[in-house]
């Protein structure tokens, strides 16, 4: 038994004793499911005891010692795994509780690259979820014990998300600085919403004409996973703008929800709705961030044309062309834009819906092309897309 690491020379003051003839072994065993070895979970247990000889028990955690020291077995251990200098899950193969390979050398390699996979997807977990995988599938325990040991309540379940914004100039200047907290409170129905619905985040700011950097970070605040996004944009000087037709951003999405479906931090009022850029009849399109889209859905796109020094409006024609190898295989038909102006920006809304039936597996280069073909004006954007199937 590991007791003698930490019993070795030296005896325990009395309250210190009690806790470790309680719960040496759950620290042990949690330690050991981490790392996979015996010598490191030993090294485990016997670093918990001696901090709590050297400091305490610390006072909040005197209620519960036994999720205090399960939580410390993890944090230990998943810090023994990052310094590993070796990446496996077990240094002794014995250990492992499945049949002696058969394969000789081949199977051997095999079971070391799985363990490190398993090893490598460990290290990315926070201690919470670590901890809540441990206490389900190695101990068994239910969720409401789970909740119990470690001090949160089922009924009390919620979703936090912590949004950040930053938006930059081209001089690296910050322009724009905005946090958010998104909270869902996670009853049984919006449980089930969320497993096909994705949780919408809307803001806008107001910068003048250049282009910009724009950044996202968005923190889980009850398992402290965080998510990244950047991306470039630019805001047209409609002023210097007398030969081309300037456009927005374009925005691609396969998705179109009504807009009392989504989940909002703040509930939006029907008049706040109108002449949202994304909002047409009442459904909102849900930008792609990723931009693979399934050939079995269609492919929304929108952006805006400024027809600045145009008096009335005119038409525009708008089509999307898709590019494999520098050679055409797809192209939308032309969409006849005549309508829809805005009365002060001048900015016309231009929406297309591609169907992607047609289009074979694969990566493409997509561009959209608008045409004032009464200016003789023209307006060209390219990305990079992919479709599955």
Avoid: C
Avoid at 28 to 37: H, L, P
Wanted: hydrophobic share 40%.
């Amino acid at each position: 038994m590991p007791a003698a690491a930490v019993r070795q020379n030296d005896s325990l003051p009395e309250g210190l004793e009690q806790l470790f003839q309680e719960h040496s072994r759950l620290v042990y065993r949690t330690a050991f499911a981490v790392t996979g070895s015996r010598h490191d979970a030993e090294d485990v247990l016997q670093s918990v005891f001696v901090k709590l000889l050297q400091r305490g028990l610390p006072p909040d955690a005197r209620s519960n010692a036994a999720r205090y020291l399960h939580r410390a077995a993890v944090n230990l251990s998943l810090n023994v795994l990052r310094n590993r200098k070796r990446r496996r899950l077990v240094d002794d193969v014995d250990m492992l509780e499945i049949p002696a390979a058969q394969g000789g050398e081949h199977d051997d390699a095999r079971m070391r690259q799985e363990s490190e996979r398993l090893t490598k997807a460990m290290t990315q977990l926070t201690p919470r979820a670590l901890e809540v995988l441990l206490l389900y599938y190695k101990q068994g325990d239910s969720t409401a014990q789970i909740a119990g040991r470690l001090g949160t309540s089922r009924s009390a379940k919620r979703l936090t998300l912590d949004v950040l914004v930053e938006v930059k100039d081209s001089y690296g200047a910050t322009q724009r600085n905005m946090r958010h907290r998104i909270e869902v409170s996670l009853t049984a129905a919006n449980a089930e919403r969320l497993l096909t619905q994705p949780v919408q985040y809307d803001t806008g700011f107001t910068v003048l004409p250049g282009q910009y950097v724009l950044k996202f970070l968005v923190r889980d605040a009850e398992v402290g996973r965080i998510g990244t996004y950047q991306t470039s944009f630019t805001i047209p000087n409609l002023n210097r703008e007398p030969t081309r037709l300037p456009i927005s951003s374009v925005v691609l999405g396969s998705q179109r929800l009504t807009v009392n479906e989504a989940l909002y931090n703040v509930k939006t009022a029907d008049k706040q709705s109108i002449g949202h850029p994304l909002i047409d009849s009442g459904r909102k399109l849900l930008p792609s961030v990723t931009r693979v889209f399934s050939a079995s859905r269609d492919m929304y796109v929108y952006l805006e044309a400024y027809e600045q020094y145009a008096e009335p409006m005119q038409p525009l024609i708008a089509y999307a062309s898709f590019y494999r190898e520098g050679a055409k295989v797809y192209e939308s038909q032309p969409v006849t834009v005549t309508g829809g102006v805005h009365r002060t920006s001048k900015a016309v809304p231009v929406r297309l819906t591609i169907p992607l039936t047609s289009l074979s597996p694969g990566r493409y280069d997509w561009q959209v092309t608008i045409i004032d073909p009464t200016g003789h004006k023209a307006a060209f954007w390219q990305t990079a897309v992919a479709i599955v199937p």
